[in-house]
């Protein structure tokens, strides 16, 4: 089992060489073939005194090895950050492996500056280092060295070479061992340097007594020597997207001739400038002494081509799934034809930007086919849609409760109203509740979010209702008493009155609440005594059927 303690992970990327007004073409220099031709390959040892002990080799698979650009979103375990290229090259090489041994590996490649004009080698790195707390010349390393193969010696800037420790500067730690340093670009100037070969060269090394190790992951840019592309714009376009190399600590745009500053970032968005406009980025590496500052080239071309790119500002997602950033929806609106490419803040490449599942600030670059560029940022949220509740003021029957007054609502989310915690039992009239009780809203969003929450409903009840009817009655014609009927008072729904005789034979009925009995028996009056009342109805604040009974006597 490896033991992290001593790990050295060092990661390249994007090797690129820009000149203003000469590009030169190196065969494979950036793997495009999907193999090492035209790379030289070496294996070693670290020796006691820091020295490495080196002969030519093949490229062992074991030592080197080729690995093509996937959607597979696999990380670093110590960094964390993709083991793929963020430049969008579509093969990288693993330099190291994690075997033990006192083991050293390097790889180079030959090229020959142009005779005339000014270049620049842009590379990209980050660097994970354990340090095993060894002497300084036998821990784990990596350096990143130019050689002037025509005057024989190294070039001064830069020369990297990082030695495990806790000193490092620009390195974070991740924990009790690890440090970090996190991806970063420089440059080699190569100004002076017209007509000579130079040979560039990635070595990493195990410690000393082969427990500790390193490995690289480099990538190159085959257009050697080409200024910054893609700076393009359309005639209906009302910005244009600047973009620099990824990587540097800082970015100063300029005029060619440096005298009108533009502004500063990566990514600057301005007015188109007129068509052929040569422009200049100052850029700085991180950390002093860990590169050289240099000076990079475009020109900005106008486009005869249509072009309109528009994406959504923001996309909410719902928690514990992911968000599409490729869904049409997205860029809807935007010019037929168009190039998507996918980013995150750092401007690296997405992955998989069809699944994304942290929040955050990503970016979406458009490209039509005659070039025109353009940059937008997207946010991407999760969260359910906002339902804040305020149970509403309690209330006596028959006054009732409107639950879509209980809390405010939000634009693109639709609401419903339900009597159960699940939210499957829709209510008959949510804006008229007229019983005590806890109820539940569900608010959905336009993604399908749902969030539900309860509301508290209080309806005190009214006064105790009452069915009151008088003992007797004298049906006889003198308009005094001569009718009998049932009084109710309070929420009480009249469904019926029923009148037996003695015998419980049905002698009247009514469902009409102004009816009276007026004491006659099928058109005859009925004989004086006692007959027996029955009053049906609905308790409307309990909803339940009550029943009062009684007797009365009928006199003549």
């Given amino acids: ?6 790990v050295l992970i060092i990661y390249l990327i994007a090797v690129t060489i820009f000149l203003p007004s000469l ?3 190196q065969e494979n220099i950036g793997f495009e073939k999907g193999n090492f031709d035209n790379w030289d390959f070496a294996i070693g040892k670290l020796e006691a005194d820091g020295g490495i002990t080196a002969y030519n080799a093949f490229a062992d698979p074991n030592s080197f090895t080729m690995l093509k650009k996937d959607q597979s979103g696999l990380t670093d375990d110590y960094g964390g950050f993709s083991i793929f290229s963020p430049n969008g090259g579509k093969y990288s090489v693993k330099l190291g ?3 033990y041994g006192n083991r050293a590996q390097q790889m180079s490649y030959k090229l020959k500056v142009p005779p005339t004009g000014s270049s620049s080698i842009i590379f990209n790195y980050a660097v994970v280092l354990v340090s095993p707390g060894h002497e300084p010349n036998q821990q784990p390393r990596f350096t990143v060295k130019i050689y002037n ?28 061992s690890v440090f970090v340093k996190p991806w970063s670009s420089a440059t080699i100037n190569l100004t002076g340097l017209n007509n000579k070969e130079i040979r560039i060269e990635f070595t990493v090394n195990h410690c000393f007594f082969g427990q500790h190790f390193g490995y690289a992951y480099i990538d190159v840019n085959e257009n050697i020597g080409a200024a910054i592309e893609g700076n393009n714009y359309c005639a209906n376009q009302p910005a244009i997207t600047l973009s620099a190399p990824p ?10 001739d440096f005298k009108t500053p533009i502004g500063t970032g990566q990514y600057l968005s301005i007015p188109p400038p007129p068509d052929q406009t040569k422009l200049a980025v100052l850029v700085t590496p991180y950390n002093n002494g860990l590169g050289c500052a240099d000076t990079l080239y475009t020109t900005v071309h106008d486009i005869n ?14 928690p514990g799934t992911a968000v599409d950033l490729t869904k049409a929806s997205v860029t809807a609106g935007s010019s037929p034809g168009l190039k998507f490419d996918y980013l995150t803040d750092a401007f690296e490449y997405l992955p998989s930007p069809d699944y994304i599942t942290g929040a955050g600030l990503y970016y979406i670059r458009a490209t039509n086919p005659g070039g025109c560029s353009n940059l937008l940022p997207v946010t991407i949220t999760f969260g ?37 915690e699940a939210a499957t039992i829709p209510m008959p009239d949510y804006t008229s509740v007229q019983t005590s009780g806890t109820y539940f809203i569900k608010a959905e969003s336009a993604e399908g979010c749902v969030n539900i929450q309860p509301v508290v409903v209080t309806v005190q009840p009214p006064a105790p209702f009452t069915i009151t009817a008088p003992n007797t009655f004298t049906p006889n014609g003198d308009g005094i008493n001569d009718y ?73």
């Fill in 1 to 6: 089992m490896f033991s992290t303690k001593g």
């Fill in 23 to 25: 590009s030169f073409a």
């Fill in 97 to 99: 492996n994690t075997l």
């Fill in 149 to 176: 193969v025509t005057d024989d010696k190294y070039l001064a800037c830069p020369s990297f070479d990082f030695i495990s420790s806790a000193n490092l500067p620009g390195f974070k730690l991740v924990n009790d």
């Fill in 247 to 256: 990587g540097f600590a800082s970015y100063s745009w300029s005029t060619a």
């Fill in 305 to 318: 081509a249509e072009f309109k790119f528009v994406a959504k500002g923001t996309i909410a997602g719902c």
């Fill in 384 to 420: 359910l849609p906002e339902l804040a509740i305020s149970n509403p003021a309690m209330v006596t029957f028959p006054a009732t409760v409107d639950l879509s007054r209980s809390f405010t609502p939000q634009a693109s989310v639709t609401y419903g109203y339900y009597t159960n």
């Fill in 484 to 556: 009998f009927a049932v009084t109710s008072t309070g929420y009480v729904l009249f469904n019926g009155l029923s009148i037996y005789n003695r015998n419980g034979t049905l002698i009247f009925h009514t469902t009409n609440k102004t009816q009276t009995w007026d004491g006659r028996i099928k058109g005859q009056q009925a004989s004086t005594g006692t007959y027996y009342w029955v009053f049906e109805g609905y308790d409307n604040y309990y909803h339940k059927r009550i029943s009062e009974s009684s007797f009365i006597t009928l006199i003549r």
